[in-house]
């Protein structure tokens, strides 16, 4: 049973601080790792992919790959009351169904 | 298209009633998945289509729930006989050929609410 980890929240962080997202997989084989946004009422968005161990930064976001760990993390710098929603992590394993497996989501409040 | 499209939106139905929900990709993407959320739950997958392959219909919970997709296309996912418990948001998602480099995206949804 593949399974992707995530601390449901919520995670109160204030205005400006630095938000850090935490996600455990438990299939060393997995391959690609995303971070989907999904904001109250919405569909889940894409924001990010990692696919190797290390930093990827994309403005405020920046996703870190740790396979030795099976841990994948998303921080938020400059946090807004804007990236208050709920942070989805998903791991691509390969095979099967080729699809995704999500995390249940961290629920993150930036407090202006 | 420029994006997933689902329809409807949001559909009440009586429980019993059977239901279909559509979804169209973006064009050219070739694999479709179906997922479902139920309120303050994550994402359950329901089945997945890649290009002419067999679908893989290994997380559709009941027999009730059927779907197709048409031309490689268009799918529509099939709920007969609806429960309270399949009320949901029912999420389509797409993605482009290249196995699991590349993320998905998902449509607007639709939320099915059994009465």
């Known amino acids: 049973q593949k399974e992707v980890e995530q601390n449901s929240g919520p995670l109160s962080v204030p205005e400006g601080a630095i938000a850090s997202l935490n996600c455990t997989y438990s299939?060393?084989?997995?391959?690609?790792f995303f971070w989907y946004r999904q904001y109250s009422g919405k569909s889940p968005e894409l924001i990010m992919s990692i696919y190797s161990n290390g930093d990827k930064e994309d403005g405020r976001f920046t996703a870190q790959l740790n396979k030795a760990s099976q841990y994948v993390s998303l921080l938020i710098r400059d946090s807004q009351p804007s990236d208050s929603a709920t942070y989805l992590c998903?791991?691509?394993?390969?095979?099967?169904?080729?699809?995704?497996?999500f995390g249940k989501g961290t629920h993150l409040i930036i407090q202006p | 298209g420029a994006g997933v499209s689902q329809s409807p939106s949001n559909k009440v139905t009586e429980k019993g009633k059977d239901v279909e929900l559509r979804c169209d990709p973006i064009?050219?993407?070739?694999?479709l998945y179906w997922y479902r959320q139920s309120l303050g739950q994550g994402l359950e997958f329901l089945i997945y289509?890649?290009?002419?392959?067999?679908?893989?219909k290994s997380g559709l919970p009941s027999d009730r729930f059927s779907a197709e997709r048409t031309g490689g296309s268009v799918s529509t996912l099939t709920i007969q006989r609806t429960q309270q418990e399949d009320s949901a948001v029912y999420l389509c998602?797409?993605?482009?050929?290249?196995?699991?480099?590349?993320?998905?995206?998902f449509g607007s949804g639709t939320r099915l609410t059994v009465v």
């Open positions: 998602a797409s993605r482009t050929n290249g196995g699991g480099l590349y993320g998905y995206t």
């Open positions: 299939d060393r084989g997995s391959q690609s």
């Open positions: 289509f890649q290009g002419n392959s067999a679908p893989d």
């Open positions: 064009s050219g993407h070739t694999a």
């Open positions: 998903a791991v691509h394993s390969g095979g099967g169904a080729d699809g995704l497996t």
